[in-house]
């Protein structure tokens, strides 16, 4: 998931050095540890469920279309 956040965030971005965009990215929402629980509860984060196929995030939508 983190992946998709920070290439979703990346293609987002304007023209520019790829070291400020990585700055900026981390330097953001998603520079956190903890971002996702934004988004998923902790149980629902950390269940076997998650770990075994794809469970929609159940607090608030992710900000970008999800594809599998």
Do not use: C, Y
């Not at 981390?26 to 540890?33: D, F, V």
């Not at 149980?43 to 999800?66: G, I, Q």
Request: net charge positive; proline share 10%.
């Amino acid at each position: 998931m983190s992946i998709a956040a920070a290439r979703a965030w990346l293609a987002a971005q304007g023209e520019m050095p790829l070291h400020m965009m990585i700055d900026a990215l981390m330097a953001g929402p998603l520079g956190k540890p903890d971002w996702l629980l934004t988004h998923r509860s902790r149980a629902r984060l950390f269940s076997v469920a998650a770990r075994r196929r794809w469970l929609a995030p159940n607090l608030a939508p992710l900000p970008w279309p999800v594809t599998l």
